[in-house]
């Protein structure tokens, strides 16, 4: 059995913090009635295309956040995901929108519940066949006081 020197126990435990971190954001709305655990961020499943669609500041400038889609062939569904850049909770208001061709959308979070989101929004589905459709992301945060506005053009065609 291999021994680790302290140095590398050091790295292992600080690596395992901070991808606790990502995979456990205690900021994320939490209801009071859950005390013990926060709950585990929930993922797209399916498969990434390599493109990440930034949120813009009104200077126009990347930042605040960026937003990806997902393909899952088996349930011919796309996901998408709006991250807080970087992803360290300071960000607040995070909204996501996924539209279809016409127009009919899901938001994170929905308008009926609003909430305080500092890390990120979504996953939101496709609630149809997306085979052969197109969808367009739009959304929204405030970081540092400046609000940054995410909107794409048509993506995940196909």
């Given at each position: 059995?291999?021994?680790?020197?302290?140095?590398?126990?050091?790295?292992?435990?600080?690596?395992?913090?901070?991808?606790?971190?990502?995979?456990?954001?205690?900021?994320?709305?939490?209801?009071?009635e859950?005390?013990?655990?926060?709950?585990?961020?929930?993922?797209?499943?399916?498969?990434?295309?390599?493109?990440?669609?930034?949120?813009?500041?009104?200077?126009?400038?990347?930042?605040?956040?960026?937003?990806?889609?997902?393909?899952?062939?088996?349930?011919?569904?796309n996901?998408?995901?709006?991250?807080?850049?970087?992803?360290?909770?300071?960000?607040?208001?995070?909204?996501?929108?996924?539209?279809?061709?016409?127009?009919?959308?899901?938001?994170?979070?929905?308008?009926?519940?609003?909430?305080?989101?500092?890390?990120?929004?979504?996953?939101?589905?496709?609630?149809?066949?997306?085979?052969?459709?197109?969808?367009?992301?739009?959304?929204?945060?405030?970081?540092?006081?400046?609000?940054?506005?995410?909107?794409?053009?048509?993506?995940?065609c196909?």
């Open positions: 059995m291999k021994r680790l020197r302290r140095s590398q126990l050091l790295g292992l435990g600080v690596m395992a913090l901070m991808l606790s971190l990502v995979a456990a954001p205690t900021a994320q709305a939490a209801p009071a859950a005390a013990a655990a926060a709950p585990r961020a929930v993922e797209c499943s399916g498969s990434w295309d390599g493109k990440t669609y930034w949120a813009k500041s009104p200077s126009g400038n990347n930042g605040g956040g960026y937003a990806r889609t997902y393909w899952n062939s088996s349930t011919k569904r996901c998408a995901k709006f991250w807080s850049s970087p992803y360290d909770g300071l960000a607040s208001n995070i909204k996501l929108y996924l539209h279809d061709e016409s127009g009919d959308y899901a938001a994170d979070p929905p308008p009926e519940h609003p909430e305080n989101y500092h890390y990120y929004a979504g996953p939101l589905y496709t609630w149809f066949d997306a085979t052969g459709h197109c969808i367009h992301l739009s959304g929204s945060l405030v970081r540092g006081g400046v609000a940054y506005r995410l909107s794409t053009g048509d993506v995940r196909g």
